[in-house]
């Protein structure tokens, strides 16, 4: 039996088989839910991401400067100049970095906060069918591990797909305003890429998916097996070896 109602108990169910959620635009909303309390802290976080996709292409800007014009010219100035530019990038791109990961962290435990009170207060109120036929420590582990999971798909995989979109978008202006000739065919041969991430991405999707429930089951198998009732019942039947084998199959 497992949880049948909005939010993200859609996502968080104990049925061994279950079909994946499709990702629909009610769920997005749901999920941007979650992040609406701090939309401050996500205003920063892509106004970071913005400048630090811009400063990531100055150096090649000053160094193309520095080696076609600086040393050429023997322009002392522009050199004392563009070596200041290549000291300020990367001090302010670590001073941005900070304040980005600073902004994250506070979204991060935020939403870990949210999501397990939420997924409590849900546990809270299931029947007791549902705590006869579900194992504590599977309870402990969506607690525990697949909300953590959860998060950092929102601070964590949203940002970096976001950073790379901004990233994207300022090298394709600067390279077009170079030479546009090449970065239009970088741009055809840029399909050829996509198939083979796909892949590599659905394979890993479903490791993950296993590994979810495999420590589902670990932690269901610990919570039996480690109190004193279940450590007695493995003594008195010497089940030691039997156990640790259960444990290793699982773990």
Not at 137 to 152: F, I, K, T, Y
Not at 187 to 200: D, N
Request: hydrophobic share 50%; no cysteine.
């Amino acid at each position: 039996m497992g949880f049948h109602s909005g939010g993200w108990s859609s996502f968080i169910r104990f049925d061994e088989e279950q079909d994946r959620p499709e990702v629909s635009s009610s769920l997005l909303r749901r999920v941007a839910g979650y992040a609406r309390p701090y939309k401050r802290y996500v205003a920063l976080i892509l106004f970071t991401m913005f400048v630090i996709s811009l400063l990531s292409l100055i150096p090649p800007l000053l160094i193309r400067d520095f080696l076609d014009r600086a040393i050429p010219d023997g322009d002392t100035r522009r050199l004392s100049l563009l070596a200041l530019g290549m000291i300020a990038v990367p001090v302010i791109n670590g001073l941005l970095g900070v304040a980005q990961r600073y902004a994250s962290a506070l979204i991060g435990e935020g939403i870990i906060f949210d999501l397990r009170s939420g997924l409590y207060a849900h546990l809270q109120r299931m029947s007791l069918r549902f705590y006869t036929n579900t194992h504590v420590g599977e309870m402990m582990s969506r607690l525990n591990n697949d909300v953590v999971g959860a998060q950092r798909a929102i601070t964590g995989t949203l940002v970096t797909i976001v950073s790379n979109f901004f990233s994207l978008t300022a090298t394709l202006i600067i390279m077009l305003s170079l030479e546009w000739r090449l970065t239009l065919l970088g741009i055809a041969i840029l399909p050829l890429f996509i198939l083979p991430a796909r892949r590599v991405g659905l394979v890993l999707r479903k490791i993950a998916r296993e590994s979810m429930e495999l420590n589902a089951g670990m932690n269901s198998l610990m919570n039996e097996t480690l109190n004193i009732s279940g450590a007695l019942l493995v003594k008195i039947f010497g089940r030691h070896r039997s156990e640790v084998t259960r444990f290793r199959e699982r773990a």
